[in-house]
C-alpha cells in the first residue's frame, strides 16, 4: 500500500454514522474518499461537504450523499491532505487550487484530520511555496504587495494560461526562504485588499496522520 493510500485510509477510522464529513482535495484526500465510497456502500450514513468541484464529481461517482456548504453551519469531522506541515501541525495548503474552500470547510469543523506522507514534514515551514488566492481586478497590486512582504510571488498557470480557482480568482505562489511565524504572516496576507485568502492553515488541524517512510503511521496530536 503505498503511503498516501496508507494514511488515507487511516483517517476514515474517525468517522462515525451520522456524521457530516468534509471531503478535501488532492491526491492524498483522494484515498480517504475511495475508502469512504467503499464505507458507504457497505451501509455506512454520512452526508459529505466537498472542498472542490473535482472533489465533489469524485464522491457523486461513488454514491456519497453531498450538502452544499450553504446549507451547512457545522461539519463534524473533515479529512483533507497538505503540501507542508510542522510538528506544530502548522499547515501549508492549496497546491491543488483550492485553499479557499479548504478553509472554509475547515473553519466549521469540529475535527479537523490531516493526512500526508512523511516527506512533507518539515522543521519550519517554507520549503514549499503559499499560495495566495486574488481577484483577478487586483493581481498586479496583490503581487507588488505581497512581495513586500518578503517573497518571491508567481502567478500559477496551467497550459500556459493563468490558473483559475473554483471561484474563479487567481492564484499567486509566494515563495518565502523561512516561515517563523506562519499567524502573523498568515495575517499580513490577508490584510491586502485583493487577496481573498492565503493557504496557511494555522492553528486549525486538531490532528495529523503521517507515515516515517517505512510503511509506519505516525500521529502528531
Not at 501549508?92 to 506522507?117: N, P
Request: charged share 25%.
Amino acid at each position: 500500500m503505498n503511503p498516501k493510500q496508507l494514511v488515507g485510509e487511516k483517517a476514515t477510522e474517525y468517522i462515525k454514522d451520522g456524521m457530516i464529513v468534509g471531503l478535501g482535495t488532492g491526491s492524498t484526500a483522494y484515498w480517504a474518499i475511495m475508502k469512504i465510497g467503499e464505507m458507504v456502500k457497505n451501509g455506512l450514513k454520512i452526508t459529505g461537504v466537498p472542498t472542490s468541484k473535482a472533489t465533489e464529481k469524485l464522491a457523486l461517482e461513488l454514491n456519497i450523499p453531498l450538502l452544499d456548504i450553504a446549507d451547512v453551519m457545522h461539519i463534524d469531522l473533515t479529512i483533507d491532505g497538505a503540501d507542508e506541515f510542522d510538528a506544530y501541525k502548522n499547515l501549508i495548503k492549496g497546491g491543488g487550487g483550492a485553499l479557499l474552500r479548504e478553509k472554509i470547510v475547515a473553519s466549521i469543523s469540529k475535527f479537523y484530520v490531516i493526512i500526508s506522507d512523511g516527506a512533507k514534514r518539515c522543521e519550519v515551514l517554507g520549503d514549499y511555496a503559499v499560495p495566495v488566492e486574488v481577484t483577478p481586478f487586483a493581481l498586479n497590486i496583490s503581487i507588488d504587495q505581497l512581495e513586500k512582504l518578503g517573497c518571491e510571488p508567481k502567478l500559477r498557470l496551467a497550459e500556459g494560461k493563468p490558473f483559475v480557482t473554483d471561484n474563479q480568482n487567481l492564484i499567486v505562489d509566494c515563495k518565502f526562504d523561512k516561515i517563523e511565524n506562519p499567524l502573523a504572516l498568515s495575517e499580513k496576507m490577508n490584510a491586502i485588499p485583493g487577496v481573498v485568502e492565503n493557504g496557511l492553515f494555522v492553528n486549525m488541524a486538531n490532528l495529523i496522520i503521517t507515515e516515517d517512510g517505512n510503511g509506519n503511521l505516525v500521529v502528531i496530536e
